[in-house]
């Protein structure tokens, strides 16, 4: 599958910057469009409500004036994540503000719902939705999305259970539109070794907290480069739904990484732990299976292009080898 008309010729590397709950703020996505791959942010992050415009006239303006300095650099567009839940009551008029604006990208979560869909392709705007598996899928592909991100084992946050040489396979047999590929891709090698695979874009998001531009806090970058896949955490205790988090901060937080008990999901709220003292997110910390790979924080552009030279040394030493 070709990619979207909005993304041919305008990416340094097949990547998509995953919105990242309190993480993904201006800064971050600016700079990611900028250094040639989709940065993207979830509209919940702008609060309050009309924060939304603000940050979206910001982003215009500046990729507007950079595109416009920079004539031969390839800048990315960008997307904003909507979670498409009852307990979010700002979806519409949050999905209003990105009408307004012409966001290129609507990232869905949870529910695809065929409105966000049809708002979005009244402007020519494109939606991807994330799945954990392929029930999940068949039903995104049903409301009209343009693309799946396929969340695989080892995602950080909110991730499946599946490997992706089953998943990304099994969706490709039926699923016509973009893919995208979720799961421990932390470096210029996961990207390449995700398009060998299948997908159209490596979907990235733990990899860009360790960021200067990232809107998270010093404790919890140095805890992604001092920490490894062991320390890692799968549970549905924090929002009612399965995620992988870093099981140092939930130690901190006071409670057993080893021995967590199983969460209400009926009471599901995607922004805090319940009666919980501490909050997933804030406190305990997201994080995906392939941080044994990040061992510094870099700003955005430097890491993209070191990603950019992983890429494509991996795609030579796969030619090299095909013609030993």
């Not at 609507?106 to 392709?121: D, G």
């Not at 890692?232 to 080893?258: E, K, R």
Request: hydrophobic share 45%.
């Amino acid at each position: 599958m070709p990619l979207p008309k909005l993304l041919c010729d305008s990416l340094e590397l097949p990547v998509l910057g995953s919105p990242l709950f309190i993480v993904s703020g201006v800064d971050l996505v600016i700079a990611q469009c900028k250094a040639g791959i989709i940065g993207s942010f979830p509209a919940l992050n702008a609060r309050p409500v009309d924060k939304l415009d603000e940050w979206l006239t910001r982003i215009d303006n500046e990729l507007g004036e950079y595109k416009a300095l920079n004539p031969g650099r390839k800048v990315a567009p960008y997307a904003v994540n909507q979670i498409c839940h009852v307990s979010n009551d700002r979806l519409m008029k949050d999905m209003e503000t990105c009408v307004k604006h012409k966001v290129p990208i609507i990232i869905t979560s949870l529910r695809p719902p065929a409105e966000i869909v049809e708002a979005a392709h009244s402007y020519g705007g494109v939606v991807f939705h994330d799945v954990i598996n392929v029930k999940h899928a068949r039903k995104a592909a049903e409301q009209g999305v343009d693309g799946l991100i396929l969340v695989c084992a080892g995602a950080g946050g909110h991730a499946g259970t599946l490997s992706p040489f089953a998943l990304v396979r099994e969706v490709k047999q039926w699923f016509g539109g973009t893919i995208l590929l979720s799961g421990a891709i932390s470096d210029g090698y996961g990207v390449a070794g995700a398009l060998a695979l299948g997908a159209d874009l490596a979907y990235m998001g733990t990899r860009f907290i360790a960021t200067q531009e990232a809107n998270a806090d010093n404790a919890y970058k140095q805890a992604l480069i001092d920490h490894a896949a062991h320390d890692i955490v799968y549970s549905n205790l924090f929002t009612g739904v399965h995620g992988n988090y870093l099981g140092p901060s939930i130690a901190a937080a006071g409670l057993d990484p080893g021995n967590l008990p199983v969460a209400d999901k009926t009471k599901m709220n995607f922004g805090s732990g319940g009666n919980m003292k501490s909050r997933a997110w804030r406190d305990i910390w997201g994080s995906g299976q392939g941080i044994g790979q990040i061992a510094d924080a870099p700003p955005v552009a430097d890491l993209v292009a070191r990603l950019k030279r992983e890429f494509n040394d991996a795609r030579e030493s796969f030619v090299q080898r095909a013609c030993a």
